[in-house]
């Protein structure tokens, strides 16, 4: 039993809601496992239910059962949650990597520390943009780039490069124990407060990691 869904969650919150929703049911497809997903109805926006009926199978109001006649069966996603993301605002610190990551983390460990994020989650921050960037350099030829700024609530690291994330699941399940490597996607989730990740061709991936203030 899980509520991801909650009115106070920011918009980008509630779009990985049904995201990670969708995902679910991909991952636990043909697994012989129940969910019963709460969502309240009296104060969510309209969207969120509607996203909701078309990741769940089935829909129970007033203690009365039905199937869902909007569920998108898996690997399917609710429209909205594959739209590029808007660009970063135009004051945001930027640079280029290619080679050297120790740019990268210079730069996310001074606007971690002027945007006020406490020691310890900035540390996290660094690390979890080092591992998104460590990949860029270990599966493209071409470098990335990485944006960072901050609103009063949250700070946000976006990093983009030109490969593409082909699993829908990546970053979602702790590979296996036998596996080399793998475990950076999944430790940048552990990490942030929300990761967004938007990977197709031509456009290659973009992932903006979100770390809440105060």
Not at 58 to 69: Q, V
Not at 98 to 115: C, H, N, Q
Request: proline content about 9%.
């Amino acid at each position: 039993m899980g509520e991801p869904a909650w009115a106070g969650r920011s918009a980008a919150e509630l779009c990985e809601v049904a995201r990670h929703e969708a995902l679910t049911n991909a991952a636990f497809a043909g697994a012989p496992t129940t969910f019963l997903c709460p969502y309240d109805v009296t104060a969510l926006p309209a969207s969120v239910i509607a996203d909701a009926a078309r990741t769940h199978p089935s829909i129970a109001r007033h203690c009365r059962e039905a199937a869902s006649a909007d569920y998108l069966q898996p690997p399917r996603l609710p429209p909205g949650c594959d739209l590029p993301f808007p660009p970063p605002p135009g004051d945001a610190d930027w640079l280029a990597y290619e080679r050297d990551l120790r740019p990268v983390r210079a730069m996310i460990a001074r606007g971690a520390s002027r945007a006020g994020l406490a020691a310890g989650r900035a540390t996290d921050l660094v690390i979890a943009a080092s591992e998104v960037a460590a990949n860029t350099l270990r599966h493209t030829r071409a470098g990335g780039t990485v944006h960072l700024w901050h609103t009063g609530k949250e700070i946000i690291c976006e990093l983009h490069d030109t490969g593409v994330i082909a699993d829908p699941l990546a970053g979602c399940c702790l590979p296996a124990d036998d596996l080399p490597g793998g475990k950076g996607l999944w430790l940048v989730n552990q990490v942030c407060d929300l990761v967004e990740l938007r990977s197709a061709s031509p456009a290659g991936t973009t992932i903006r990691l979100h770390m809440r203030l105060g």
